[in-house]
């Protein structure tokens, strides 16, 4: 590409020579010159995607959310500016702000135990045989690998009211009132559902990842924290953890923005239901927009819901915004 | 003594009771697509199937347009990630090697568009791909599918190109290597873990999306596997077996996918998140 230009592909050795040599002049100047602009050119054709594919749709839903646009405004075409009234009505409706809180305990409750089961896992994966690790690494990448479509669809076989395992399980267990129980039938037991087959799918990623961080511990910093004294408990506290925390910084990071994001799995398990009570914020925008074809409404939901995010993930932007900054 | 010894099983019990429960939904699929119906419905589960049947998987495949699904979702998928890894290789060395104005400024911007809920938007790309006549079309949905996995391989391939230590390539230079030779000879392959793990992962994401597809192309010809198996569901409802003979089919190129890869790839997924 152009980096090229920095050196010119002349005879092998004798490039260096010439470069040595310090010719100077205009040349070289060109040379670093195209050497500045070098990132970015790099940079170019990703930069231009972002802003092609991602910021333009980000400004049309804002131009959108200030636009009264339903089926017919669609179908025809026209554009009906009505200022903030999209948000208005959003904002001081009931509806929004439970959502907005149900989505925020959802997400909570399935980091949170994403994040302990699968860094106990991981600290387990360490401790294991090698025999038995590599079969507890197959379970792991099995329940990883499984799409997300296919692993809902097979969440409602298992959990299904006729036939299904879970019931069947529960039934023989002694508790005989599930024998024919309907998950979908209450706010309750969908979340729960749900949150089984978040967790499941998420947790082999923060468990291998973990693992995978856990070996790069140098064994010295063990040894010496045995040497001071120190309890299994404590060099957990004071050897790995400190040394994990980037990683988990990292992966609750991204398990936060997955987990917020789970439109898959609540609008394919129960579309929301039962009487919308399971909607969380991206299910909650897409039946109101798309759904009810109140597009507009929709598009200032959209808008609402990536400002929570951000501020559901500021914390970690700004650790990263330091780090960066201390880098250079 | 005896302690110990129960220090030594208690690791592996959890193992194992962990493993059946990791494994089982997956396992559970694959039993119910082979069992013949009765099997399935049946009072008591049939824990393992011993009547084996192909019939499922004839319903399924059977199915309208199975094979345009099958085609749509494998060109949306591999072109969406080929295009964002080339993309993402580019950047992704300029950030991790080069000192220039904007650096972080980049970074940051690609973290943000890491989270872009790209499932709330889908309002705003349906208005845009109208407007462009291209509904129906497998064009919009690669370049978005590529622009959703686009910031995630960025940065993680930015973390590996970060790992190579720079004398390999400086070594290489004084060789008589030019840069982007370095780039090819030497790099490159040591950058093979990173692009498995993002490649996986962009194939993952694209293979799986479904809220945009489900509004952008409303005709069978365009519309991709994920759309197709929740479609399949409502329309055979509650024939266990031919959903999960479905599903099945929809989850073992990434099963397979995943455990060929699975060991070169984990290792690295959050390095380029961790440090770059």
């Known amino acids: 590409m152009t980096v090229q230009t920095e050196r010119p592909p002349s005879g092998p050795s004798d490039v260096r020579k010439a470069d040595g040599g310090g010719t100077g002049g205009p040349r070289a100047r060109a040379a670093s010159r195209a050497g500045a602009l070098a990132p970015y050119l790099l940079l170019l054709p990703a930069a231009a995607a972002t802003v092609l594919l991602l910021g333009w749709p980000l400004v049309k839903d804002g131009l959108l959310s200030f636009q009264n646009l339903n089926m017919a405004q669609l179908i025809q075409h026209v554009t009906e500016w009505t200022g903030f009234d999209n948000y208005k009505e959003v904002l001081t409706g009931e509806d929004f702000w439970r959502v907005t809180v149900r989505s925020i305990i959802f997400t909570a409750v399935n980091v949170v135990l994403t994040m302990v089961v699968g860094g106990l896992i991981g600290l387990l994966l360490a401790r294991l045989g090698r025999a038995m690790r590599f079969v507890l690494m197959i379970g792991l990448v099995l329940a990883w690998a499984m799409p997300v479509v296919a692993a809902t669809t097979v969440y409602q076989w298992l959990f299904a009211q006729r036939f299904g395992v879970v019931n069947w399980v529960l039934d023989k267990l002694g508790w005989h009132s599930m024998a024919d129980f309907s998950w979908t039938g209450s706010q309750f037991s969908t979340f729960f559902v749900v949150t089984v087959l978040i967790v499941w799918m998420s947790v082999p990623f923060v468990a291998i990842n973990l693992y995978a961080a856990t070996t790069t511990i140098p064994d010295e910093l063990y040894e010496a924290a045995a040497l001071d004294g120190a309890g299994m408990w404590r060099s957990f506290t004071s050897v790995t953890l400190p040394f994990l925390r980037p990683f988990l910084y990292a992966t609750t990071f991204l398990e936060v923005i997955w987990i917020f994001k789970a439109f898959v799995q609540v609008y394919t398990f129960n579309g929301g239901g039962p009487d919308r009570l399971t909607e969380i914020l991206p299910v909650y925008a897409y039946i109101e927009g798309v759904g009810n074809q109140h597009y507009g409404m929709g598009a200032a939901i959209a808008v609402l819901t990536i400002l929570i995010l951000l501020g559901l993930t500021a914390y970690y932007l700004r650790i990263v915004l330091k780090q960066e900054e201390d880098e250079l | ?276």
């Open chain 2, 1 to 276: 003594m005896k302690r110990s010894l129960f220090g030594r099983v208690w690791p592996n019990v959890t193992a194992v009771v962990l493993f059946i429960g990791l494994v089982f939904p997956v396992y559970w699929m694959f039993a119910t697509a082979f069992k013949p119906t009765g099997d399935i419905i049946s009072e008591n589960p049939v824990w393992f199937p011993t009547d084996v049947t192909f019939e499922h998987f004839k319903t399924a495949t059977e199915a309208d347009h199975f094979w345009t699904y099958v085609s749509n979702s494998l060109i949306v998928t591999v072109c969406a990630v080929v295009f964002s890894l080339i993309i993402a290789l580019a950047g992704s060395f300029a950030l991790a090697r080069m000192r220039f104005k904007g650096r972080r400024g980049f970074i940051v911007g690609f973290m943000l568009a890491q989270m872009a809920p790209w499932e709330v938007m889908v309002i705003a790309i349906y208005m845009i791909v109208r407007d462009a006549s291209m509904l129906n079309s497998l064009v919009p949905l690669t370049l978005f599918y590529m622009m959703m996995i686009l910031p995630f391989t960025i940065l993680t391939l930015r973390g590996f190109v970060a790992a190579v230590p720079k004398e390999l390539e400086e070594s290489a230079m004084v060789d008589g290597c030019t840069r982007v030779q370095a780039f090819r000879r030497v790099i490159l392959p040591l950058l093979a873990p990173g692009l498995m793990s993002t490649s996986m992962f962009g194939f993952i994401t694209a293979w799986n999306e479904l809220p945009l597809v489900l509004v952008v192309n409303k005709e069978a010809e365009s519309q991709t596997l994920p759309l197709w198996l929740t479609s399949f569901q409502t329309v055979f409802g509650d024939n266990w077996g031919a959903t999960m003979a479905a599903s099945s089919l929809f989850a073992i190129p990434i099963l397979i996918l995943f455990v060929y890869l699975q060991r070169k790839a984990v290792s690295g997924l959050t390095a380029g998140a961790v440090k770059g």
